[in-house]
């Protein structure tokens, strides 16, 4: 049982590792102002989550959430301490420690196909991280927006502005991020089952 807990451990540093380095390559492409890009950093955390389950997929995200606020912070315009804190909270810490949730959305399907499952759990927990971002931006983001313009944040809520801001921007970049995330997760489960390290058996019809 301890090697066990060690190999999980080593694996899940390695796949910290290699989600860091892939944010590293996406830093390269165009971002978002305020934060965001177009990357596929999140599929090592969701792949260690296949691997290892629920408990150190966490684990992962939560290790990795840290590791993206040292690199970079992104920290909003505004004036009070508790906007700081909901935006670690929202844009960090739940945004990817979550992604450790996929094998609880995937388990449901796996009686219809274990690829179809590996896909809709990561594209699941990428919904997550977008709400994550999205109730973020209306909270948050948008605050500072409407200041600019001289609006309150009764304002926002009323006109519905806050919510097109953070759904337009958050979703730009968001949306081709689930796609990514869950085809890759779906292409490398192929490649290497995560249970196993071996190829992906065909699975019989109406197994």
């Known amino acids: 049982m301890k090697n066990k807990h060690l190999r999980a451990l080593a694996e899940c ?3 910290v590792a290699l989600a860091f380095a892939l944010d590293l390559v996406g830093k390269f492409f165009p971002s978002w102002p305020n934060g965001g890009s177009i990357t596929v950093a999140m599929v090592p955390v969701v792949y260690a989550a296949y691997r290892h389950g629920v408990k150190w997929g966490l684990a992962t995200g939560l290790v990795f959430s840290a590791i993206q606020m040292m690199m970079g912070f992104w920290a909003p315009p505004v004036t009070k301490f508790y906007f700081y804190l909901l935006e670690i ?3 960090y810490v739940l945004a990817f420690t979550l992604l450790g949730l996929a094998p609880l959305f995937a388990r449901p399907f796996f009686r219809l196909s274990r690829l179809l499952g590996y896909g809709v759990g990561a ?4 919904v997550i991280r977008f709400l994550c971002s999205f109730i973020s931006g209306v909270i948050i983001w948008s605050e500072s927006y409407y200041a600019g313009v001289g609006y309150t944040m009764a304002d926002a809520f009323t006109d519905g502005g806050a919510w097109i ?3 337009t921007y958050n979703g730009g970049y968001m949306l081709p991020n689930a796609i ?3 085809v890759l997760v779906v292409l490398l489960c192929v490649a290497v089952d995560p249970k196993t390290l071996r190829r992906m058996k065909k699975e019989k019809k109406g197994a």
Do not use: E, M, N, R
């Not at 594209?123 to 990428?126: E, F, S, T």
């Open 13 to 15: 540093a390695i796949f």
């Open 165 to 167: 801001f953070s759904l």
């Open 123 to 126: 594209v699941a927990v990428c």
């Open 89 to 91: 909270l929202l844009d």
């Open 180 to 182: 990514l995330t869950g």
